[in-house]
């Protein structure tokens, strides 16, 4: 029998609170319609009595409602000393129109004689009377227990009574939250099954955990082990200071590894897209390396090794990628065999016979080129175009016949904006061209002559952006006369690629990889990460 | 009473597999000293069976050893059907001339029938002969269970057999390592607990995780509670995939919420500086919103919360910041903290008293730079001058008064061989000097014509070698056109030192870092045998 549990999102909230997120309302209203179709229950709007924007977002989400998630206001408990219908705050979450909305009170007494600055009394009192006049109102109401594991550890029996209050006016579910981050696992199975033991039977309990002490994710796993039957968290573990709780990592573990009813089974294949669609969104690189849905979660190094991987993957794998929507990926290094050549070639739609000679030609060619230090690791947009050639399906979209690069800051030492002039000559279908630009240093002065002079021709260029730049000298003891290792990232839209160029000339190595990064660009289809429909 | 635990460090092993780190052996000496210095007791080094620069890196440490660790060889056991005396990889880890060795061998009894293709009893033979051997040798072993607690779960009887086996035969600790990093931690704890009621009393366990289920920390605590005595890490969670247990995380937690004894208290407080310089040296940005260590962990926003926070900090904020060197941030209003300047300043062997108005002007030119992307963690010269100047103590050696740097590829656009012509001119006593030279690449040109002005008044610029060139960029959302930052590493004889330029045009970040690097190496004392921290 799966046992049920309600993922409660809260991204749109907390997680904007992550320094360096800043989302427009549409950007949201995207968010909120990718976690309605991923199947997530709850969505946590904002809070439309402290941001104006907020209540903007949810007047759309009136006129164009999602299909199946609740959509939840959030807000604070009422102001001390006056009754919660005359609070502006509590009237501003009624007008949100949603049929849950979630209210966050004080458990620990030290925040409520410091920081509220009234009496441990009052506050019960705003509980109860917050929570009471918002159900008469119609609304289901979540209770978040803030700072609750540490309001418990110093004052144990104020804090049950806060809950107690709360759940007695009415509450649908109590939240226990981890404000400040520091619980760890064990600390929260003995305070749950204390506050299970307290609590009248069948009360629901919730939990809300960040990442302070790295070990977010198993507080919450900690929690629903002790019967909470709900999860706050964030996808991509975005929040403030070090994050909430991943739902990326959350929802896997309970649901493929305890057997728990997170998201309808279809859906959990939608996982790692989600993640992607959601990081591109918010504008912030996707974490390579996230557990579950980063890119290198199921990668795997090595000849014989990848073998093995491909024979019987659960010996090397903890779960099935395909389950999340993510994929085993074969990294092309050092150690590359013909097996990594052969499964790398597969996962770029190309099928090679281990007996075709074009497969020991390209495995051959990857060797020399590393022996020279190129590294495709990171750098698949160049692996591609090289096996490509060696299948005789590299098309010539143009050709390069020299360039030059000049920068001149004899007036403007000190000066952070110097400039750099590039010329570039290249050919494209017969005809010459030649074209001069400017840019604030020599990379992005030969990058802008390149797209200068291939716009004509394909004006899609126009749409790539330079997103990285990352360099690297490969013989330490030789310093700036060794070779030098370039790997430019690149993205259009949604989609993201690397390339890599290597030269005792920085400027050489920079412009191999500008050149193909220019070239693989061209060769991609219009969109690659959907949002799900 | 304390309870004693033993870090082992894998930040040069498991820690470099991670996808794009990859480190020279003058990068794997400067991590060994660093984690040297900062009290860590183990420290693997590599495994000098499998890798020939690992061979080096341990040689380099026989002639100039660490301070208190012990540095660890990494190797499996004897291969199948010879006897360990003679198996090659064994006598390579007897070469690194280690007083620790660590062996790892299989636990799941599928990998050796299906991976090592040998019978059930051989692999124990192989373990008990390994370890046997090895000590004999003189010799203490650590033994790494390898999947342990998948080869547990599929087939417990013989994966206690093999630890039994390893117990039996003389390895002073059996490290349960997780190695597809899948197990979540309420298994970890009965696992381990009933690991020590299997093995004989006494027998010192140790725990090795990696992060595929977003559960690294909270697993290695989990082993801990139930007894182990080691924990294998990596600084930052370096690892393949999703890395191995953040040591960075693991160690706070262990040392300051549950008492265990990690490190020196001491040193406790190099831990973010440790982390952040590994980060650099390793090249890889790092993470703002790491728990602990990130420059977020501990980022208040303005406002009353920030009063209440100054008020009564451990309210809001898990432990106290300043205990493993990090430090509360006010993020709106990037608040002075001129005690960080004092601090830093010792670091550096400079005692300033903060009344001297020297040490403010350091303070605000040091957030101005911060601010446009300079980072001193990593060059402690480009610090220093910046001490000295705003102490009077800067001498004028020379004065740049432009520079030009010209790059002709049209003859060569596929030659690695391609040159650079650089013009400067500067003055050095009252006299302008011209002069222009060649090098593969803009930055060799630059360096080469400084050299060539400087040498008729300073001969020993022409023992100073340039050995490593890093670049990276700041805002990786505006790529070419971002700020560049430039860390560049000098030696001349015995002595190192490194600096760092900031720029949109990396040909000016790499100008300001050449310079005070020759500035630099200027003031050092003709004949020292200095080490430089």
Redesign the interface.
């Known amino acids: 029998m799966t046992k049920q549990l309600w993922i409660y999102d809260t991204t749109l909230r907390d997680g904007t609170q992550?320094?360096g997120i800043s989302v427009s309302i549409e950007d949201k209203l995207r968010i909120a319609r990718q976690l309605d179709r991923l199947g997530v229950p709850f969505i946590e709007g904002g809070w439309p009595g402290a941001n104006p924007k907020d209540v903007q977002f949810f007047w759309q989400l009136q006129e164009q409602p999602l299909t199946q998630a609740e959509i939840v206001a959030f807000c604070s408990t009422r102001r001390p000393h006056i009754s919660a219908a005359t609070d502006p705050m509590l009237q501003a979450i009624l007008a949100a129109g949603t049929r849950w909305v979630t209210i966050f009170g004080k458990s620990?007494d030290?925040?409520v004689t410091?920081?509220l600055k009234t009496s441990l009394d009052e506050n019960l009192e705003m509980i109860r009377d917050t929570i009471a006049y918002l159900q008469l109102s119609g609304r289901k109401v979540i209770y978040d227990a803030e700072?609750w594991f540490?309001g418990y550890k110093q004052n144990k029996d104020y804090a049950l009574k806060t809950l107690l209050t709360a759940v007695t006016a009415g509450a649908e579910w109590i939240v226990l939250c981890d404000t400040?981050?520091?619980?760890?696992?064990?600390e929260i199975s003995l305070i749950v099954r204390d506050v299970k033991q307290f609590l009248p039977p069948n009360t629901q309990i919730g939990i809300h955990t960040h990442?302070?002490?790295?070990?977010a994710?198993?507080?919450a796993?900690?929690a629903v082990?002790e019967g909470a039957t709900m999860v706050q968290g964030t996808i991509n573990g975005y929040g403030?200071?070090?994050?909430n709780a991943?739902l990326c990592?959350v929802i896997p573990?309970l649901q493929l590894?305890?057997g728990y009813n997170c998201l309808p089974e279809d859906k959990l294949t939608q996982l790692t897209n989600a993640s992607r669609f959601i990081s591109e969104v918010v504008?912030l690189?996707p974490n390579?390396?996230?557990?579950?849905v980063?890119r290198?979660?199921?990668?795997h190094?090595g000849g014989i090794h990848v073998s093995?991987v491909e024979?019987?993957p659960l010996?090397?794998?903890?779960?099935e990628p395909e389950k999340i929507g993510n994929s085993r990926r074969i990294?092309i290094s050092e150690q590359a065999g013909l097996s990594n050549v052969l499964a790398k070639a597969r996962t770029f739609g190309i099928e090679l016979n281990k007996n075709n000679p074009a497969a020991r030609q390209i495995l051959r060619h990857l060797k020399e080129l590393e022996s020279?230090g190129y590294?495709f690791?990171?750098a698949e947009a160049s692996f591609e175009l090289l096996m490509r050639e060696a299948l005789g399906k590299r098309q010539q979209l143009f050709t390069?016949?020299?360039?030059?690069?000049?920068?001149?800051?004899?007036?403007d030492?000190d000066?952070?904006?110097?400039?750099?002039l590039a010329t570039v000559?290249l050919a494209v279908n017969g005809q010459d061209i030649l074209e001069a630009a400017e840019?604030?240093?020599?990379?992005?002065a030969l990058?802008a002559a390149l797209r200068k002079a291939l716009v004509n021709f394909y004006p899609q260029v126009a749409n790539f952006?330079?997103?990285?730049?990352?360099?690297?000298?490969l013989d330490?003891?030789s310093?700036?006369?060794a070779?030098?290792r370039v790997l430019v990232?690149w993205r259009s839209d949604f989609q993201r690629w690397t390339t890599v160029g290597?030269?005792?000339?920085?400027?050489?190595a920079s412009?191999q990889a500008v050149v193909e990064g220019l070239e693989y660009g061209l060769l991609l289809p219009p969109v690659a990460v959907v949002e799900i429909h």
Chains 1, 2 share one sequence.
């Open positions: 992550r320094e620990w030290l925040h410091e920081g700072h540490d400040n981050g520091g619980t760890l696992p064990h990442n302070d002490a790295d070990t994710v198993a507080n796993i900690a082990l403030e200071r070090c994050g991943n990592s573990n590894k305890l504008n690189a390579e390396h996230a557990a579950f980063g290198s979660a199921f990668a190094k093995a024979k019987n010996t090397y794998e903890h779960i990294v020279q590294q690791e990171a390069i016949k020299g360039f030059q690069v000049h920068c001149d800051l004899s007036q030492v000066s952070c904006n110097s400039s750099a000559k840019g604030n240093g020599p990379v992005a990058d952006e330079l997103t990285d730049y990352k360099v690297r000298i330490e003891y310093g700036t006369a070779s030098t990232e290597v030269s005792t000339n920085i400027l050489n412009y």
